[in-house]
Nanobody, 124 residues
Framework: QVRLVESGGGLVQAGGSLRLSCAASGRFVSNYNMGWFRQAPGKEREFVAGVDWSGNIIDYTDSVKGRFTASRDNANNTMYLQMNSLKPEDTAVYYC?????????????????WGQGTQVTVSS
């Protein structure tokens, strides 16, 4: 069993920055690939970024490339999402998730464990 807890969300003006954290606990959690997803009101949950178990393979959805940076610290079982140049369309609940697949996945059903989410609101 893996438990995930997100933090760091909030209200920020367009162009601003936020850093999200995802604290993970459980056995062998450092062996899991991790992902960031987001869900805006009335929309499906979508992939934002994924980090493999080593932290060396990172994937981003096109809309956040060059603005968001995902990373992980296995010594502290924590994953991060540094979000810069935020836009109103980034407004959503952000979730972290964990999976045991060999490759980093962009698909929601591939992830076994999910956090409760943290709200990010970007005002124009």
């Amino acid at each position: 069993q893996v438990r995930l807890v997100e933090s760091g969300g909030g209200l920020v003006q367009a162009g601003g920055s936020l850093r999200l954290s995802c604290a993970a606990s459980g056995r062998f959690v450092s062996n899991y690939n991790m992902g960031w997803f987001r869900q805006a009101p009335g929309k499906e949950r979508e992939f934002v970024a994924g980090v493999d178990w080593s932290g060396n393979i990172i994937d981003y959805t096109d809309s956040v490339k060059g603005r968001f940076t995902a990373s992980r610290d296995n010594a502290n079982n924590t994953m991060y999402l540094q979000m810069n140049s935020l836009k109103p369309e980034d407004t959503a609940v952000y979730y972290c998730a964990a999976d045991r697949n060999r490759l980093v996945s962009r698909q929601v059903p591939e992830y076994l464990y999910w956090g409760q989410g943290t709200q990010v609101t970007v005002s124009s």
